[in-house]
């Protein structure tokens, strides 16, 4: 799910709080500490910003639903749940790659656990890489050294990660649908046979599941260990580090592991048998 997508659904889950709430705008921008001229704009669907974190938790505070309902984390409200109750928003565009070595260094040891927004960074391939920064006009630079020092990171002695995304997003890439509609057949058949081969090379300390996007859905995040959650939101990440958050985000993982369709030790073999259409 890209940035517009994401804020969309956002956008859809705050006019249900909002409808439900009884209130007219002024009176519910108000009691989450925005005025009424910001509350109009997040629920008009003209802009693909989110919220700050204080404002998405006044809004689950108050409306007793969670901020991973808000964000498409959960499908679940979480009436009953605990509030997410801690965050900050980080940005990409200057120091994103410092940003994640400086999370990955602090959770050295600990199991980091990934839900790709598309092909995992660290499997991705210099023309995929280009191809991608190009549309989305962002560095190519950046994303490549991000990928280089992600690939190296699982490369070295004593690192643990598990990463779970849809197998549909592969068949996609394979077929050349969506936004690889103009990447051409050869670079994704190669991005295919370097992504396999990777597999089978990281294993097993680098594990892909993938599991059915009919059956489940998640954003993109990063749980770093015990420290921290990384939630991608484009050019932004939604960090949030209590423990129960922590604790709630390892348990949509561990859900989306017992989904699975194809299993880790299957991974490079699926990913192999796909053929660039």
């Given at each position: 799910m890209d940035k517009r997508e994401l804020a969309e659904v956002f956008r859809t889950r705050l006019q249900t709080v909002f409808d439900r709430s009884r209130?007219?705008?002024?009176?519910?921008?108000?009691?989450?500490?925005?005025?009424?001229?910001?509350?109009?704009?997040?629920?008009?669907?003209?802009?693909?910003?989110?919220?700050?974190?204080?404002?998405?938790?006044a809004i689950a505070e108050r409306h007793a639903v969670t901020i991973d309902w808000l964000l498409v984390v959960a499908q679940d409200e979480g009436v009953t749940g605990t509030m997410l109750s801690s965050g900050t928003i980080e940005t990409t565009e200057e120091d994103g790659a410092s940003l994640l070595m400086r999370w990955h260094g602090e959770a050295a040891g600990a199991k980091i656990r990934y839900?790709?927004?598309?092909?995992?960074?660290?499997?991705?391939?210099?023309?995929?890489?280009?191809?991608?920064?190009?549309?989305?006009?962002?560095?190519?630079?950046?994303?490549?050294?991000?990928?280089?020092?992600?690939?190296?990171?699982?490369?070295?002695?004593?690192?643990?990660?598990?990463?779970?995304m849809p197998l549909q997003t592969l068949e996609q890439f394979a077929a050349g649908a969506g936004i690889w509609s103009g990447l051409a057949r050869a670079e994704r058949q190669a991005q295919l046979a370097h992504m396999a081969a990777l597999i089978d090379e990281l294993y097993p300390?680098?594990?892909?599941?993938?599991?059915?996007?009919?059956?489940?859905?998640?954003?993109?995040?990063?749980?770093?260990?015990?420290?921290?959650?990384?939630?991608?939101?484009?050019?932004?990440?939604?960090?949030?580090?209590?423990?129960?958050?922590?604790?709630?985000?390892?348990?949509?993982?561990?859900?989306?592991?017992?989904?699975?369709?194809?299993?880790?030790?299957?991974?490079?073999?699926?990913?192999?048998?796909?053929?660039?259409?």
């Amino acid at each position: 799910m890209d940035k517009r997508e994401l804020a969309e659904v956002f956008r859809t889950r705050l006019q249900t709080v909002f409808d439900r709430s009884r209130l007219n705008q002024s009176a519910f921008a108000e009691a989450i500490g925005i005025d009424r001229s910001a509350l109009s704009l997040l629920l008009s669907g003209r802009t693909v910003r989110l919220p700050r974190v204080e404002t998405l938790l006044a809004i689950a505070e108050r409306h007793a639903v969670t901020i991973d309902w808000l964000l498409v984390v959960a499908q679940d409200e979480g009436v009953t749940g605990t509030m997410l109750s801690s965050g900050t928003i980080e940005t990409t565009e200057e120091d994103g790659a410092s940003l994640l070595m400086r999370w990955h260094g602090e959770a050295a040891g600990a199991k980091i656990r990934y839900v790709p927004a598309r092909i995992p960074d660290l499997l991705r391939t210099p023309e995929v890489i280009a191809y991608e920064a190009a549309a989305a006009q962002q560095s190519p630079v950046a994303q490549a050294e991000d990928a280089a020092f992600r690939l190296e990171y699982n490369r070295a002695a004593g690192t643990d990660m598990e990463c779970c995304m849809p197998l549909q997003t592969l068949e996609q890439f394979a077929a050349g649908a969506g936004i690889w509609s103009g990447l051409a057949r050869a670079e994704r058949q190669a991005q295919l046979a370097h992504m396999a081969a990777l597999i089978d090379e990281l294993y097993p300390s680098f594990r892909l599941f993938l599991f059915d996007g009919r059956e489940r859905f998640s954003i993109p995040y990063t749980i770093f260990g015990s420290t921290r959650v990384a939630i991608f939101a484009g050019q932004m990440y939604l960090v949030l580090s209590s423990a129960e958050t922590i604790r709630t985000m390892q348990r949509q993982f561990e859900g989306l592991i017992r989904h699975t369709r194809v299993h880790a030790h299957e991974a490079a073999g699926f990913v192999r048998a796909l053929q660039a259409g």
